[in-house]
């Protein structure tokens, strides 16, 4: 059985199936053709944290792959009162492929090793796999084939998507150069970093001059967790963690100045939500090279593709 957990366990064809995937599908949007190739299908989408993309590409694809998608936030479910393990057993009879944005990445584990249905890592603290799918897919859009990206940078901190993103454009034999001063400590795997450090490909430096030059794609990503805020607002019990970061990270704020003085080359992409002013600039969001809002639309389109993909269905 397939699962989407953390990019470890796909292979660079696999990837490129799914990249092949989504072009078509999205494709077929665009004719306007019905591609209802998951008629009673049900995707079941369990949210512990926040979403606004993942939830909408996920829901969105299902409808227009003629299955259904059904969203539980584990707060209003019975998931505050029960042992985890029993409670997912129980919701994985219902759909046909889970899909999870887990506080751990380790339940997310764990619902996949009961191997009854395929299981997606919709962003726990180590993993965003179906992030950067879909930014593979905007760069391959944006360069004529994922075969003409040479060199990417990450700016800021190394996260959940950072390490998602390096392992597979690893894979795809795509140069990583990492610029950031630290990395987020719940994030770190190191037999992914191994996976993708053994290839040679990733490099990490704090000389913004190297990270930049040559590079197709800057991305970033904010450098306070989700669990920082509180209906918008910082937690007083993170306050003092998000001055620090703050200006820890400042130097690696992504800006049109920064573009325009070092990469004009460069195309500008974050996966979203934008925190203005701190990892990112309004300038940078709406600069010229910006594709961030086209990198938003393909989750969508590689929905779809993860999902025909973990079902192993042709189109
Ligand atoms: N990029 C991303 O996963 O967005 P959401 O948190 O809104 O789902």
Redesign the pocket.
Same mark, same amino acid.
């Given at each position: 059985m397939r699962h989407l957990i953390s990019l470890k366990e796909q292979t660079k064809e696999d990837i490129l199936e799914m990249l092949d995937l989504a072009k078509e599908i999205k494709e077929k949007r665009r004719r306007g053709e019905i591609t209802n190739y998951l008629p009673n299908k049900t995707l079941i989408m369990l949210f512990q944290?926040?979403?606004?993309?993942? #939830?909408?590409?996920f829901e969105t694809a299902m409808t227009e792959l003629g299955g259904h998608a059904i969203f539980l936030d584990s707060k209003t479910t019975q998931f505050v009162l029960t042992d985890f393990d029993d409670e997912i057993k129980a919701v994985m009879r219902f759909g046909d492929v889970l899909m999870f #944005?887990a506080r751990k990445a380790a339940d997310v584990e764990l619902a996949a090793s009961f191997n009854w249905i395929p299981v997606i890592d919709?962003?726990s603290e180590k993993y965003?796999p179906?992030?950067t799918l879909s930014d593979l897919l905007t760069m391959a859009e944006h360069s004529g084939g994922i075969e003409n990206v040479k060199k990417i940078t990450w700016l800021g901190i190394e996260n959940n998507?950072s390490n998602t993103l390096k392992l597979a454009c690893s894979k795809l034999g795509i140069q990583v150069f990492i610029a950031a001063p630290e990395s987020d400590s719940n994030s770190q795997d190191n037999e992914l970093k191994n996976q993708a450090d053994k290839t040679g490909l990733i490099k990490y430096t704090l000389d913004l001059k190297e990270a930049l030059e040559d590079s197709d794609y800057v991305h970033t990503d904010t450098w306070m967790n989700?669990e920082f805020f509180e209906e918008g607002k910082v937690r007083p019990d993170f306050q003092a963690e998000f001055e620090r970061r703050k200006e820890k990270f400042l130097p690696f704020q992504l800006s049109a100045k920064l573009i325009d003085s070092l990469a004009p080359q460069s195309k500008i992409m974050h996966?979203?939500?934008c925190h203005v002013g701190y990892e990112i600039t309004k300038d940078a969001i709406l600069h010229p090279n910006s594709v961030i809002f086209d990198q938003?639309e393909n989750?969508l389109h590689m929905q779809k593709a993860i999902v025909l993909w973990l079902l192993e269905k042709k189109i």
């Open positions: 944290k926040s979403s606004t993309r993942t #939830r909408l590409s #944005r919709a962003c965003h179906a992030q998507v989700m996966c979203m939500p938003a989750r």
